[in-house]
């Protein structure tokens, strides 16, 4: 477990030590990361937007061909949402209805569907840009039975959209000086700037709870 936030933290060392040893290889691990990501709810926890800028950072370097790198992000977030969508309309139903499960978090599935219900089909788009809820909203999606049709426009956009912010921004930005000799600092950056949100609905949640509570 120190070793996985130990990577998280700090993608790019890591990224540059499997690039180094795999070459061609990393496509394929960066693209079961991504997949995994946003496609099974038990691994929220695997790292997504830094992931994505780091590895344009690199391709920005030449270390990786950026239009490559971008299909199998872009094919990976898709894929990936896809697959949650149908685990959440098959199995979804049966979680709600247990009060503990070993596998999910339901206090995240929670939020997840609080979320969808605060911005509706836009979750699909928004979700892609905030962890833990990325993870989560295609499967809530999936539980709330959305038209598969409807799901996947969705969904295409939203990958788009999150594909190439952080991979083309790590392209376009990954030989800039300051980003280059700052890339892990940048890394922990990305990371606390997407958890606004939830951190944000947390607080709003306690603000509202201590109210009730007076």
Aim: glycine residues 8%; charged residues 15%; contains cysteine.
């Amino acid at each position: 477990m120190i070793n996985l936030i130990d990577f998280i933290l700090h993608v790019d060392k890591y990224l540059q030590l499997i690039i180094q040893q795999y070459s061609t290889l990393t496509y394929v691990l960066l693209f079961f990361i991504i997949f995994m990501e946003t496609g099974l709810v038990v691994t929220p926890f695997l790292p997504g937007d830094s992931l994505l800028f780091t590895s344009g950072a690199f391709a920005a370097t030449g270390a990786l061909d950026v239009g490559i790198l971008f299909i199998i992000v872009l094919t990976a977030a898709i894929l990936g949402d896809t697959v949650n969508y149908h685990i959440g309309k098959f199995l979804g139903p049966k979680v709600f209805h247990k009060e503990k499960s070993f596998f999910l978090n339901k206090k995240y599935l929670e939020k997840a569907r609080a979320f969808y219900e605060k911005y509706g089909k836009k979750t699909i788009i928004l979700a892609r840009f905030v962890p833990v809820i990325r993870t989560f909203a295609p499967f809530v999606a999936g539980i709330g039975e959305m038209r598969y049709r409807t799901f996947l426009a969705y969904n295409v956009i939203g990958g788009l959209l999150w594909s190439c912010l952080f991979v083309f921004g790590g392209y376009l930005f990954g030989n800039v000086p300051i980003v280059k000799e700052n890339l892990n600092v940048i890394i922990w950056l990305i990371i606390f700037v997407s958890f606004i949100p939830i951190m944000k609905e947390v607080i709003v949640h306690f603000i509202r709870k201590n109210k009730n509570a007076r």
